[in-house]
């Protein structure tokens, strides 16, 4: 996709300032060749809608930002009334000047309070000049009979002292300035041909000469409020030469409807519509220099759309003759299977799109491809198009976006092209056309920020909107949007978990597949590695710091492995241990005061191994040797200032005990375990056995019993004062019970986020993912698709919470909760 036309108008509006400049001007005291030219038609409604709106105070200062402060420093001390035009000027190579023009006294600024100041008296070709040198600054001053100028370089004030009025007008210039609204604050003009260079220094130069061919002008009209920047205005090109939006040149916009096929968490949608494909045909064959038109057999088509979902991009047709386009596909197919009920088709031909659609598709392959109605959605990845496809089926689609509702009163019905993208795909555009300088102020954007753009076609030019807009309206409401899905090279052996990456403070997932290969995955759903290992993991992963230096680790068993891997995947130096016969519980690991003096817990059948974070055994732990198999992985209490580590054996006995490993508490009851854990509920040590019996032993070894008359296969899990379970298709929180359809369901998993506690249960049988407060209190949209207990955690530090589980059996999904 080419999103030049973007460009100029984004870093025009991150490096906008409040200047005091005036209401009238005479556009031909300027030399015609400027890259830019600004027309303030208000100052006061300029000055305030700069000032008040809160898009722009959100951007911090850069230094392209500081520089154009520096240039045009002069400007900030006059205090006038009157209008003008401000234009800048390549002097030398990749230097810009301005020249300012007004009829108000530019002598009368205001400079009582620059102490840093010098003002000379000039002459030259008989008249005369001021020279005013500022902070090293230097402003040249020279009134022209009724209007006044002042410019930054020496070279171009001798330029207006030598032409006066007399400059030769660009006639598409001044038919632009004068059609300008004299009602909006200020109107911007832009010559694409020469404003490359203005860009240079924020652009890399392989991306900012291209801007030239989109068109030849491009004028704005500025209309700013408090929480958005609106600019519109029109686009000239010349047919006789070859611009990008000649491409749609004797076309006609449609009214679109890709906003009911796109994520409402996409990055950057690009969307193109035309009346007439033999037309656009014809643009295309002239643009490319072809020398005939390309023959795609999809005459039909009258939209283009290109996503981009993170690192996933997605091309979508729409056509009104389906049964055509259908025909190619057929041609191309690999093989077909389903998702979530939609048919999946896997496609031979990597360049069906691109070949037919350059340059509005470039670097894409169409690899993989769904059909909605007369829709046909190409992907690259058939996880990128599994998570279109699983945002299509929950309703989570922009027609549907509230943040993209807020621009669409602003925006027409119908354009040719129509560009939306949202905080973070405002920075993955800036960084992909090498914009430094506006990536660091987009980053101080509200995360609510969203930017839409149109092109509508018209008789001789195009008009242009653009609005960036922060959206306001809070709601209570959350929605849950698939984020990404991912699939690995074999099925699934472990549930996927949640890491805490420590460079930046979010979140990675882990995962395991049958294949023994344990993968680290972004929060973008990009394997960083993938690692080998000798068999499958027990159980959950812990993260240490071993070496409390806030660097974390990865730490736990396999079948026959202890093993502690740092974040890059590698072995932690001795800590890879290896127990002949296998059948290693999970890894126990215990930190008694919160000071990262780890106790490491390997247990095997009746065997218990305690390692201390310099990997060497505990001499001073005496419980070595469990007097029958242990069933689970110990665990550790504290109860006011003392500590006890829990034992479940497979002879019925419930072994607590202290840090040195003498009983703590000594029970001669025995209890025949579920598969539950024990958990400390009410300072009670709780667990259940097969009959579905809750057994509570208080801190002086008391038993008591609660027959909960719970089914072989309920699942439990607890808090300090949180008590739930699930038996059969019955959800029990907090003694408040809610019944679920029936299903086959994983034991409940409680998390406690920001001081409020999230229940969720899965149902494996028919895939749904449910999530419940602690009041029992569904959470809005649940239940979703999925077929594993799930993590919970904010992931990626935008206050918004996300879900991963397993999606398909070689895959996994992470929803965000908005």
């Not at 008989?126 to 902070?135: A, G």
């Not at 052996?493 to 049958?514: C, G, L, M």
């Not at 086959?744 to 409020?756: G, L």
């Amino acid at each position: 996709m080419n999103y030049k036309f973007l460009l100029p108008i984004l870093l025009l509006v991150f490096s906008c300032k409040p200047k005091p400049v005036v209401k009238e001007t005479l556009l031909d005291v300027l030399p015609q060749d400027a890259a830019l030219f600004l027309k303030i038609n208000k100052l006061a409604n300029f000055s305030s809608e700069l000032k008040n709106n809160t898009v722009l105070q959100q951007i911090q200062k850069t230094k392209y930002y500081d520089d154009i402060l520096a240039k045009t420093a002069y400007l900030n001390h006059i205090a006038i009334n009157e209008g003008g035009v401000l234009g800048f000027y390549e002097v030398g190579k990749n230097k810009f000047e301005f020249i300012f023009t007004t009829k108000a006294n530019l002598l009368d600024a205001d400079l009582d309070k620059v102490t840093n100041k010098k003002i000379e008296t000039l002459t030259y070709e008989n008249k005369e000049l001021s020279r005013i040198t500022i902070t090293n600054q230097v402003f040249y001053l020279y009134k022209l009979e009724d209007l006044w100028v002042v410019a930054s370089s020496k070279l171009l004030i001798e330029n207006v002292v030598r032409t006066g009025k007399e400059n030769k007008l660009n006639p598409v210039l001044e038919k632009l300035y004068n059609t300008s609204s004299k009602n909006t604050s200020a109107s911007i003009f832009i010559n694409l041909k020469t404003s490359q260079n203005i860009f240079k220094s924020a652009l890399k130069e392989s991306k900012s000469a291209s801007v030239k061919h989109f068109a030849d002008w491009l004028a704005i009209e500025f209309n700013g409020k408090p929480d958005e920047l609106f600019l519109n205005g029109i686009i000239l090109a010349k047919d006789s030469i070859k611009n990008y939006t000649s491409l749609l040149s004797n076309t006609t916009p449609v009214t679109s409807s890709f906003t009911s096929y796109t994520p409402k968490n996409i990055d950057i949608v690009t969307d193109y519509t035309f009346n007439n494909y033999e037309t656009f045909l014809r643009n295309q064959k002239i643009y490319l220099d072809a020398k005939e038109p390309l023959d795609t057999g999809i005459k039909g088509v009258e939209q283009l759309s290109i996503l981009q979902l993170k690192s996933d991009k997605a091309v979508m047709l729409t056509t009104f003759d389906s049964e055509a386009l259908l025909g190619l596909i057929e041609s191309i197919k690999i093989e077909e299977n389903t998702y979530q009920g939609t048919t999946l088709i896997k496609l031979n031909n990597s360049n069906f799109i691109s070949n037919r659609f350059n340059p509005l598709v470039k670097d894409f392959e169409s690899n993989f491809c769904t059909v909605f109605e007369n829709t046909y959605i190409f992907s690259e990845t058939e996880s990128g198009l599994q998570t279109i496809i699983a945002n299509i089926k929950s309703g989570n689609t922009l027609s549907n976006d509230h943040a993209y509702n807020t621009t669409k009163d602003l925006l027409s019905n119908e354009s040719s092209i129509q560009f939306y993208a949202t905080k973070n795909g405002l920075l993955r555009l800036s960084e992909l056309h090498g914009l430094d300088v506006l990536t660091e102020s987009i980053s101080h954007l509200d995360n609510s920020t969203v930017l839409a753009a149109q092109v509508t076609a018209d008789a001789n030019f195009y008009h242009a909107n653009l609005v960036i807009k922060k959206s306001t309206i809070t709601t209570t409401t959350t929605s849950v949007s698939p984020l990404f899905t991912l699939e690995l090279s074999n099925d699934l052996a472990t549930n996927p978990q949640f890491v805490k990456n420590h460079r930046n403070n979010s979140y990675e997932i882990v995962v395991q597949d049958t294949d023994n290969n344990l993968y680290l995955i972004s929060s973008e759903g990009k394997v960083l590695w993938k690692k080998k290992l000798d068999g499958k993991i027990q159980g959950k992963i812990q993260q240490v710091d071993l070496y409390k230096n806030g660097k974390l680790q990865l730490a736990f068993t396999t079948n026959n492995q202890f093993l502690i891997l740092d974040r890059n995947g590698e072995q932690v130096s001795n800590f890879n241990f290896k127990f002949e016969g296998g059948n290693l519980n999970p890894l126990a690991v215990f930190d008694y005061e919160n000071n990262r003096n780890y106790r490491f817990l390997v247990t095997q059948g009746t065997a218990i191994y305690m390692y201390n974070s310099s990997a060497s055994l505990v001499k001073g732990f005496t419980y070595t040797k469990a007097e029958s198999p242990i069933l689970q992985a110990p665990k550790h209490f504290r109860i006011g200032n003392k500590d006890y580590l829990v034992f479940q054996l497979a002879n019925g006995s419930l072994k607590i005990k202290h840090r040195a490993g003498q009983d703590r508490i000594k029970l001669e009851e025995k209890i025949d375990f579920s598969s539950n854990e024990v958990y400390l509920y009410k300072d009670k040590f709780i667990t259940t056995n097969k009959e579905g019996v809750l057994h509570l032993i208080d801190s002086k070894g008391k038993l008591a019993a609660s027959n909960l008359k719970l089914g072989p296969n309920h699942g439990l899990d607890a808090t300090s004062k949180t008590l739930v379970y699930m038996d059969d298709n019955m959800l029990s929180i907090r003694g408040k019970k809610t019944e679920l359809e029936l299903g086959v369901y994983e034991k409940p998993k409680i998390f406690y986020i920001d001081n409020k506690l999230y229940i969720s249960v899965t149902d494996i049988q028919n895939q749904k993912i449910y999530l419940f407060d602690s009041q029992s209190k569904s959470i809005a949209n649940f239940p979703v698709y999925g077929s594993s207990s799930i993590d919970l955690i904010d992931m990626d530090k935008d206050d918004k919470l996300e879900v991963v589980s397993k999606d398909q059996e070689n895959s996994i999904i992470v929803y965000k909760l908005n």
